[in-house]
């Protein structure tokens, strides 16, 4: 079972910019299909941006598209959310989720991610 852990979450002016890590404690991710999810205050989770196992092809929420990127480095067993032209409406608690499957596409279907990791607070504002 992975343990993942997030990290570089913060507080940040509208327009800014923030990259959020991703590890795991004890296995490597360079194997699994990882997904970013966040979850607002009074809100639902959601899926953010996602990489599947096998491939780079990458996919995100529309309310995303364009100002965030998801990466992995494999050499450092980390994956990465870069968020960029942030919104005050991008104010959540940022998950990364873990999927074991060998997928060359991924999704943001909940039941897909057996692993998640507690989350880092990203607050937007002026």
């Known amino acids: 079972q992975l343990q993942l852990v997030e990290s570089g979450g913060g507080l940040v002016q509208p327009g800014g910019s923030l990259r959020l890590s991703c590890a795991a404690s004890?296995?490597?991710?360079?194997?699994?299909?990882i997904g970013w999810f966040r979850q607002a205050p009074g809100k639902e989770r959601e899926g953010v941006a996602c990489i599947p196992s096998h491939s780079d092809r990458t996919n995100y929420a529309d309310s995303v598209k364009g100002r965030f990127a998801i990466s992995r480095d494999n050499t450092k067993k980390m994956v990465y959310l870069q968020m960029n032209s942030l919104k005050p409406e991008d104010t959540a608690v940022y998950y990364c989720?873990?999927?074991?499957?060998?997928?060359?596409?991924?999704?943001?279907?909940?039941?897909?991610?057996?692993?998640w990791g507690q989350g880092t607070q990203v607050t937007v504002s002026s």
């Open positions: 989720a873990a999927d074991p499957a060998v997928r060359v596409m991924c999704t943001f279907a909940f039941s897909r991610y057996e692993d």
């Open positions: 004890r296995l490597s991710l360079n194997y699994y299909g």
